[in-house]
């Protein structure tokens, strides 16, 4: 029967240690020594150490598998280990990151459609620490073979192994302990401690006043660090600790002045579980005069196994083999993990808010969709991205800034927060002025920008209303306003119920006997648009106030007409002349304005043109 070596529960005979051997150093070994009894064990033990190769075997299986075993259940352990993160079993470094929070910015439609929103890239805060291996000890020791044997015949071997390796295990546990608390120093030589002062709770505890303070203080920062802050982890970064994660490394003093009852309270948990959330050690480890706590998570120690092996060698002078235990580590702290120290003779870390007002603004950079940089004008209908920054002294202040642009006469030109630009299509100003201004303290810079591009005149827009004669018919209102337009300018008929346009083009309409075709300046026709003149002069064929059907269009200015629909061609005789040509206006459609046009609003089938309304609008040439 071969027994668990782990956990070591009882005192092994010899005959039990080489039968559990032979059964695990392969059958090569086995047909050499054969499986040990009482009655044969002095033959078996002569038997293997008769031959170098079975000996050395059996020397190393005993220290590599077995020695092991008995050390680590024998020996003093790192009492702290627990905090480790495991074996790092490939490579020599641990690379930490920390990602940082993300600014928010407020949702715009039109921003979303940005290029850049869409596919450009998106920064954020990232901090990252790497941390090496940089404990590589050794531990050597010597197993006498003469000594080994007689502790086989003897059913002495667990003292014998336990005598030549604690001294080993324990000394590499030791120094793994001191080089894990000296971490706590080396930050502190970098005065990245959070302080909180305390009472020394041994030397003026006699009434329980030092350590109710303590305890207030432990109490407080549970509560705190499980929030987002820069101000307790030695990098400055915006994190939050997992209340679960928290341990609190006390001095033996500071643990016997609290009670187990106060200690529970303090990380509120139930008191049979504050062991687990507490460490205590001898103050002298600390390293750090007057501390009598210090509260962190478990994430603080970057300590990971990279290689623990024992190699050997034997010494055929002394008949024993030299053995060397080896321990590499990743030996570090990380400046991410809070840190918060209560300490008797230093005074309270002071929280104080930096003064650092915007000082200066950069440069306005506007771009357009396509990322051209409007330097000096920007376009009636355009939409741009604005950026700006804020600049502060000391660098690294709040730098947040509004945005406002002056001058603008359209209601349609307007500027976001984000920094989107918009200039309305009817903006009648020449230039604007855009102004950021500090959120914090209001300084604020401007920029100017002229104003180019073909400015638009918006038609009034029209509605129904309900039925205020109450006459059963509703009225669609118009504004009564009189739009004058630029020749060669753009104008979209408003979409209404109730309402029809019609559009009288007010230049001088010519007729061409060869080809049969009408002129009309910027006609805006299409085919199947009926059509109308007044005062026809000289052309034979048509008659002035008939409609028509545009036939084909054959220019911006020139098309043909047709008695009916989709009909033939009607044949022109002469030239001629008239006064004007009147189209009905598609509503919704943007129309090019020829010199002096006129748009004319009648009530639609079922509709009336309530009292009062304006049923034209003239576009005039300057």
């Known amino acids: 029967m071969v027994k668990n070596l782990r956990p070591l529960t009882d005192k092994w005979s010899s005959v039990e240690w080489l039968n559990a051997l032979r059964n695990t150093l392969g059958p090569e070994y086995q047909s050499t020594i054969p499986e040990a009894t009482q009655a044969n064990i002095a033959e078996t033990i002569e038997q293997i150490f008769s031959y170098q190769a079975t000996r050395n075997q059996v020397a190393d299986a005993l220290v590599n598998r077995i020695g092991l075993v008995i050390f680590k259940n024998t020996s003093w352990t790192n009492p702290i280990a627990v905090l480790k993160r495991g074996m790092l079993s490939q490579g020599e470094t641990i690379e930490e990151v920390m990602v940082g929070l993300i600014k928010a910015v407020d949702y715009d439609f039109d921003r979303d459609e940005l290029e850049k929103e869409i596919f450009g890239f998106k920064p954020h805060e990232i901090h990252s620490r790497f941390h090496k291996v940089n404990r590589k000890d050794r531990y050597g020791f010597t197993v006498n073979m003469p000594g080994l044997r007689f502790a086989l015949l003897n059913n002495e071997l667990d003292s014998f192994l336990g005598r030549q390796m604690a001294s080993a295990q324990t000394s590499d546990q030791r120094d793994e302990f001191l080089l894990m608390m000296n971490l706590f120093r080396e930050v502190d030589k970098q005065e990245a401690f959070f302080n909180r002062n305390v009472p020394d709770v041994g030397d003026t505890n006699s009434d329980g006043a030092a350590s109710r303070r303590l305890l207030r203080g432990i109490r407080e920062f549970n509560n705190v660090l499980p929030f987002i802050s820069r101000q307790y982890n030695p ?238 018919i509703e009225e669609p209102v118009l504004d009564a306003n009189t739009v004058r337009m630029t020749s060669g300018l753009k104008v979209k008929t408003p979409t209404v119920k109730g309402v029809n346009f019609t559009r009288i083009i007010k230049e001088a309409v010519t007729f061409t006997d060869t080809g049969d075709i009408v002129t009309v300046p910027k006609h805006g026709a299409i085919a199947g648009d009926t059509v109308k003149f007044t005062t026809i002069t000289g052309t034979t064929g048509i008659t002035a106030g008939t409609t028509y059907y545009v036939k084909d269009v054959l220019s911006a200015d020139t098309f043909t007409i047709a008695a009916t629909a989709g009909g033939a061609v009607i044949a022109l005789t002469t030239n001629g002349t008239a006064a004007t040509a009147e189209f009905v206006a598609k509503q919704g459609t943007t129309y090019i304005i020829a010199g002096n046009t006129e748009f004319v609003a009648a009530a639609a089938a079922g509709y009336e043109i309530a009292a009062g309304s304006t049923t034209s609008w003239s576009f005039d040439t300057p």
């Open 235 to 472: 990098a400055g970064v915006e994190v939050a600790a997992d209340p679960d994660d928290l341990i609190l490394f006390q001095t033996a003093t500071a643990a016997a002045a609290m009670d187990v009852e106060a200690l529970a309270a303090a990380f509120q948990i139930d008191k049979a579980e504050v062991g687990n959330r507490t460490i205590t050690v001898p103050q002298q480890y600390f390293g750090i005069p007057g501390v009598q706590a210090i509260l962190t998570s478990k994430d603080f120690f970057v300590v990971a196994d990279n290689l623990i092996e024992t190699t050997s060698m034997f010494n055929p002078a002394k008949l024993s083999t030299n053995y060397w235990l080896h321990h590499w580590q990743v030996m570090s702290a990380s400046p991410f993990a809070p840190l918060v120290m209560f300490n008797s003779d230093r005074p309270s870390t002071v929280i104080t808010e930096t003064i650092a007002p915007v000082t200066d603004i950069t440069a306005f950079t506007i771009k357009d969709k396509t990322g051209a940089t409007a330097a000096t004008n920007v376009t009636r209908g355009v939409l741009y991205d604005v950026v700006v920054e804020g600049v502060t002294t000391p660098t690294g202040g709040p730098a947040a800034l509004d945005l406002d642009v002056e001058g603008a006469t359209s209601q349609f030109t307007y500027i976001t927060s984000n920094g989107d630009l918009y200039i309305g299509p009817d903006e009648d100003a020449n230039s604007i002025t855009i102004r950021a201004t500090s959120v914090d303290n209001n300084y604020n810079e401007t920029t100017t920008r002229g104003i180019v591009g073909t400015r638009v005149n918006l038609a009034f827009n029209p509605s129904v209303s309900t039925d205020v004669d109450s006459d059963t």
